[in-house]
């Protein structure tokens, strides 16, 4: 089940072009996260897990989109206001998110794990492990579904070629196949076989190249027409789970079985940073927010993680009891680690406002309880005539928030030692200062 928005929210960030660019957890899924879309005008985050949900990502909590009877593999935004999602059901639907509506495309035997759709709107591609590709008229369009079967085995990924005038596919059969649509059928060709399936793959809007990945941890570039290889990425990584390219900042994003984020610069051909993003588990799903300088990743976790690209090697890897600090706890002094265990989940140091659960701590020193502007306090607190000093605060954890201000929304925990307690204040001291950021 899915707890709503459970435990503590923290810096869980707003999309779009404000986002803070720093480590975010979108938390409220009950299960794995599978796919992950972003809405490329708008940065919404959409993702798909196996709790049997499509989460549409807001500032606070999330939407619901609840119509699969199984894990749903795969999300898409569509046109605006619309989201394409396929599933365990065998089936894909398409979502409109102003009225609720939801539209079922049934027909795949098998699990639907990948969508695309055509340029131009009028056609929804969808790739089964029934062994077929759907091409469905989309809303608003008129005429029945295509099932084209060229493939040997499950097909795994699907995209419309950008001028509209063809399909390539991924299968498990180790194939690439282009499909080139007509109004009588369409005719397909293998551009590459390479003997282990193909997971996943992304094409350049420009038709420059493909990249894919695969079951052996083939991570490789090649010509879209004739299937030479351009570039090999392949590491002893296996197998390759998920493909994500932002064309403007000419990123390429590779998610594989370890866990591991490999970030290729498309303009020179190398690895730019690679990043292990999850503890434990695979990367399953990857997307960049619309200017590319934020990754979404999904895994086993029932969360999805987003990380500054521009800051990714700073990161430990994420997943349970993580928190994405800068650097190890560990090798921080005391106070610092005290914060940034016991605090910085709620609180921030920097000038208000800041989206975490509690107040910031900016100029803590002296400053009246209750009193960051903009920030909503219980009464307890707003009524409060407590300073804040070393006293009050060595108080506040001695005797814990329950005892110390009853009433307030702080949760209960102390901190037992007076040396830790002495340490965590003398760096509030330095860290909270203004101009100390
Ligand atoms: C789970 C979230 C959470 C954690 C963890 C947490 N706090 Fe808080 N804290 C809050 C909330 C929420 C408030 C506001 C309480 C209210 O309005 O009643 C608050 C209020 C405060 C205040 C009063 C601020 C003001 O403006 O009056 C101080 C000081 C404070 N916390 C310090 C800390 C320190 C130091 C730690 C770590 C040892 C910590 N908190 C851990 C959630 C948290």
Known sequence: MRAAVAGILFCLVAAGATAAREF???????????GISVNPRTGQVATASFDNSVGLWRSRSPRWLEGHAAAVNTVLFASPGRVLSAADDFAVIDWNLATGEKTRLTGHKGKVVALDLSPDGRWIASASWDGTIGLWPAKGQSGKPRFLDDHDNSVTDVAFAPDGQGLYSGSADGTIRYHRLGEAGSDSRVIVDQGFGIN???????????????????TRVIHPRTGALVQDFTLDRRPILALAHHPETRRLAVGDGHGYVMMIDTARWRIARDFRAMRSGPVWALGFSPDGEMIYAGGLDDVAYAWPVGMLDQYEPAGKETRGFLRDPDEMPNG???FMRKCSICHALTPPPSRKAGPTLHGL??????????YSYSGTLTGSDIIWSDETIDALFELGPDHYVPGSKM?????????????????????????EE
């Open 24 to 34: 975010t957890t979108l938390k409220g899924h009950g299960g794995p996260v599978m």
């Open 200 to 218: 996943c793959f992304v094409l350049a809007p420009d038709m420059g190249w493909i990249a894919y990945g695969a079951v052996d941890g083939a």
């Open 336 to 338: 610092e680690r005290q």
């Open 365 to 374: 020193f002296g400053r009246r309880a209750g009193t960051v502007p903009g």
């Open 411 to 435: 949760p209960m925990q102390r901190i037992n030692s007076a040396d830790d307690r002495q340490d965590l204040i003398e760096f509030l001291r330095k860290a909270s200062a203004p101009g």
